[in-house]
């Protein structure tokens, strides 16, 4: 049987990735931004975004010292909004219940918040040497390839299965885990990709059960995508004086903790074809009418936008409506930001890009 660990370590040596900004830390919250950047985002978009995230929050004190507000303005466009609500959170957990330092144990990492157990694994490997694997999800199409396991590598079993696996194959030496975890990263995304793996020049090609079983293509299986759902929403561009009305979204969900415009809900396309979703602002808002500067009616609904998540796809319209004076809503989910100030506060990508265009036009 072939000595994985060593042989991962000799290709290192000569064909590892090199020039990525994240590589050869021993920084704990370096490698921490950059596994949560990488958990859902193009190496490309990361390389640029974590550059500029560590020009503005250098250490993790200065990220638990952040608002909120300030996390999600940075983090817009970077999506899955989650992961930056989740970054802070943990940031201020470090900062308040280990002394700015992170602790050096995999067991305690995954307790913080948004720190699974590969990103931990990821952090006490390359940072404190601890003998632990990641199992990401390059990871986990290597080995289910390398070891033949034909079932469904996203069930618990299966996952639990390929982690006890996953630690067989670590060195034994400490001081061999940085560069060994990052051996695993780079194999996976250079050599045994989803797609066209290079199995031709693959060091483990002569005790790869995928390969000298013809199963590559087969495994890790696929299971069937969820399909495409269309949702349509409207949206209220609401002006008083150059201020801009935002609505705070639920920290759950889609834009999650993200201002964006006040909304209806998303229905299903289908059902309603064409036909506006909210049939007044007062209705909506319970706005004194006697501010609107024209009737509601005469405030034009848009021409639809697109955005294209995961699993759905949303078509948006706006209506612009303008107020002779602000109103209080008297609520924390709503404030009023100057027009020129929309950059600074955590908008979702396309509700940016549409205000951005409405003022060139
Ligand atoms: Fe992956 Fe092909 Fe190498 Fe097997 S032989 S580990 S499938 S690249």
Known sequence: MIDFSTTLLQWRKLHGRTGLPWQNQKDPYKVWLSEIMLQQTQVA???ERYIEFIQVFPT?????QASQDQVMALWAGLGYYTRARNL????KRIEGQFAGKFPESSAILV???GI???TAAAIASFCFGERISILDANVKRLLAR???V???VKKASV???LWKKAQIFVPQKAEDMPAYTQALMDFGATVCTPKNPKCSNCVFQPSCHAFTESKVSMIPLQVKKVKNKIVQSEMLFILANHQVLFELRPAKGIWGGLWSLPESSWVDAMKVPGEPLHHSIQEFLGLPSDLLELPYKTAKLLAPRKHVFTHRTLYFQIRIIKLTEKFDLNSDQYQWVNISDCEHIGLPTPIRQWINDYLSS
């Open 45 to 47: 978009t990361v390389k």
């Open 60 to 64: 993790v004190q200065d990220l638990a």
């Open 88 to 91: 802070h959170a943990c940031a």
């Open 111 to 113: 307790t913080l918040p």
């Open 116 to 118: 699974g157990m590969s």
């Open 146 to 148: 390398f070891l033949g």
């Open 150 to 152: 034909e079932d469904d």
């Open 159 to 161: 996952h639990q299965d």
